[in-house]
């Protein structure tokens, strides 16, 4: 038997990740009146394993509905988000707009290619949403309609807008254009520039006038090896204006300035919307996963491990939005990553800038730095920070990274399913690239307060952080609403989110596999429950009646009637369930039980449905569970082990006692025996541990009121 026992590198409450400025608070996460939960659902009844669903999501203050983009659908919906509890799981949208038909109603020349990104106006029920031409050199289309789908104005941007917006005073709507060379690389192949366009709707949507501005004056020889200087990733001879490619757009409060992301490039631009000019382009340099706090699992191996390694991730964010603290303003990105891919698979034209290579018999994709500038060398890069980051509006300085933060906070709520992909649920699939890929990030403000919410497009889920300081940053809580028990099923790879700001804050998440859309409570602040008197009259001169008053006051436990706890009886599988459920705070299962001898409205159907998401308790076969069958001695401390280890807990069996009766036990309960022994949280008598005898509740109250004290 090995010294320690701790299955595997599961994330600890007080292992928060070193940061960059200051470390996450993950401690504190658990005191927050603020907690993520489902309130409502849309399903559009189309999925795909590519994605490009229902991707882009937007709130309408003006109606208090969520837009939604569908891609495959080639449609607007729009879904009030005035609902009944009655409809809540199983909306409906109130509005369907067709956008590639309505073009053909102003551009009958116009070859329709996919539905990008959708915005709504600050001031009037007015949305816009960016449509790109089938050809990728083409010109694209921001397209404006009143919020019940009237046609306002189309109007012409550039090629392949990837992300449109609103400034927040609504003069100006702007594209960000990626020009991406989707034709690949070679002669007479065009490489489009990436741009931007913005479209002044001051004087009405149906008068506007659009400016699109470029990257040229940065094609010199002295502009372009200044990019280079700041780490500005670029194709080795190639011109900024073509080779840069913007992604998204976030502008400042006070609609004097637009930040780009420019995603491939690694950097973000600066536009003064006064002028109408770049007036910056800064690289975001890399992040050192050899720096504590940066750990990473970068290996295929089947196993969580979570370390440091001595290789750089390039941040490429993708998503980004601005805030101000203090009069101060900080850009927030999700640093998602992202390859070079164009062309046909072996044509000469082809270009892909990944390489795999094997470190440890694993493949890990890294960089192929070979036809780019910006790099050092000597050092190897791999794709994205798996972080989200908050920059210095001004300075373009990283002050806050979230570091090994979205890794082990999944590993711990998905040990199974650790950087699974968005397509399977196997087990570390995504480690050797870019991990859980953090894809979309908003800011809100609840009372006083500011959060960013993080959306990771793989194993899925929204991560909530207070961001009210930049230098104190707090891990709020995290919800993934995907069943893993299949590969797409239930809420899969957030794509787009919207804040709904108000006393009763959401968020809405549109998730681009399943095609649904999700609304998310945020406010969980629960009222503190009243004191639990215990007046139990068997339990006076019991050897387990402090225990038994701690439990039951804890609300772990009650009595089989108010004055008789009956410590005696077996306690059975399915109060065990519900007993370590209480004890894991009630968390809500994902799914139903799926046990043929458990009913949905049984009491013990949402801890059992827990336990075994969690693999703290196994059904006695696949298709039973026992819920009423007394629990073994070994069963019950297999369980306990489970809970303990699925929440960082590790154990020291060096100085163990070996039982009498050691091989009566099965053994996948062995090592959980000693582990317990080694606490003092279970112990046998007479040198035995009985590991077949049925618990009583009197033995089950001594072992957890142990962990309610600890």
Do not use: C
Request: aromatic share 10%.
């Amino acid at each position: 038997m090995s010294k320690y026992i701790n299955s595997k590198s599961l994330f600890a409450l007080s292992m928060a990740g070193a940061v960059v400025v200051a470390p996450s608070n993950l401690v504190d996460a658990a005191d927050h009146e603020y907690k993520l939960s489902l309130d409502a659902r849309y399903d559009s009844g189309v999925q795909n394993a590519d994605g490009g669903t229902t991707e882009i999501v937007s709130y309408n203050k003006h109606n208090h509905s969520t837009y939604v983009v569908n891609g495959k659908t080639k449609k607007v919906e729009a879904i009030s988000l005035k609902y009944s509890d009655k409809s809540a799981l199983a909306l409906k949208p109130f509005l369907s707009i067709d956008i590639a038909e309505l073009l053909k109603t102003v551009d009958a020349n116009f070859q329709y290619g996919d539905l990008t990104s959708i915005a709504v106006h600050p001031n009037e029920n007015v949305i816009a949403v960016s449509v790109q031409a089938e050809g990728y050199n083409d010109y694209g289309y921001a397209v404006f309609l009143t919020g019940d789908g009237k046609l306002l104005n189309a109007v012409k941007v550039g090629a392949q807008p990837d992300n449109i917006t609103f400034s927040p005073d609504g003069t100006k709507a702007l594209t960000a254009n990626e020009g991406e060379p989707r034709g690949g690389y070679g002669a007479n192949i065009v490489d489009p520039q990436g741009t931007i366009s913005v479209i002044d709707v001051s004087k009405g949507f149906k008068n506007t006038k659009t400016e699109t501005i470029t990257f040229e004056a940065y094609d010199s020889a002295e502009k372009r090896a200044g990019l280079v200087k700041k780490q500005v990733i670029l194709k080795k001879d190639t011109a900024p204006s073509v080779d840069l490619e913007p992604e998204y757009i976030a502008v400042s409060d006070d609609s004097k300035y637009a930040y780009v992301t420019l995603q491939e490039n690694n950097a973000i631009a600066k536009i003064n919307l006064t002028s109408s000019e770049v007036v910056s382009i800064d690289g975001l340099g890399f992040k050192d996963f050899s720096v504590k706090g940066n750990e990473i699992d970068l290996r295929k191996d089947k196993q969580i491990k979570i370390q440091n390694e001595n290789y750089f991730g390039i941040y490429m964010p993708d998503g980004m939005t601005i805030y101000s603290v203090n009069g101060k303003n900080y850009l927030v990105t999700a640093n998602e990553g992202d390859a070079r891919e164009w062309g046909e698979e072996d044509t000469e034209n082809f270009h892909l800038n990944e390489i795999e290579k094997e470190v440890d018999g694993n493949e890990i994709v890294f960089y192929d730095t070979t036809d780019y500038d910006g790099f050092e060398s000597g050092y190897e890069y791999i794709f994205g920070g798996r972080s989200f980051s908050i920059i210095d509006a001004d300075t373009m300085e990283v002050v806050y990274d979230s570091g090994s933060d979205f890794e082990r906070i999944t590993a711990q709520f998905y040990p199974e399913y650790f950087n699974s992909s968005n397509d399977n649920v196997k087990l570390d699939n995504r480690s050797g690239k870019k991990g859980p890929e953090p894809e979309d990030v908003k800011v809100g403000k609840i009372g006083d307060e500011i959060f960013a919410f993080i959306g990771l497009e793989r194993i899925g889920g929204v991560m909530m952080y207070n961001v009210t300081d930049p230098s104190n940053v707090k891990f709020v809580d995290y919800l993934n609403l995907r069943d893993f028990s299949e590969d797409i099923a239930g809420d899969v790879s957030p794509e787009g989110l919207a804040f709904v700001p108000g006393s009763n804050a959401q968020l809405v998440v549109g998730h681009e596999v399943s095609g649904t859309v999700t609304v998310l409570n945020l406010l969980a602040e629960e009222e503190k429950a009243p004191e639990i008197t215990v007046n139990f009259k068997d339990i006076e001169k019991h050897w387990a009646k402090d225990s038994i008053i701690t439990v039951t006051k804890a609300g772990l436990f009650s009595g089989v009637t108010e004055q008789t706890f009956a410590p005696n009886k077996s306690f059975t599988r399915g109060q065990a369930a519900v007993v370590l459920n209480r004890l894991a705070g009630g968390v809500k299962a994902s799914t139903n039980p799926t046990y043929k001898d458990v009913n949905s409205s049984s009491p013990f159907a949402n801890g059992i449905a827990w336990a075994t998401e969690k693999q703290i308790i196994k059904g006695v076969n696949q298709t039973t569970f026992a819920p009423n069958k007394s629990i073994t001695r070994e069963e019950f401390a297999l369980a306990i082990y489970n809970y303990l280890v699925q929440n960082g807990q590790s154990f020291d069996v060096s100085k163990t006692t070996v039982y009498k009766d050691d091989k009566k036990m099965n053994a996948d309960a062995k090592q959980a025996v000693y582990a317990l022994q080694s606490k003092g949280l279970m112990l046998g008598s007479s040198g035995s541990f009985h590991p077949k005898q049925s618990l009583t509740r009197a033995e089950a109250s001594t072992v957890l009121a142990q962990l309610i004290e600890k």
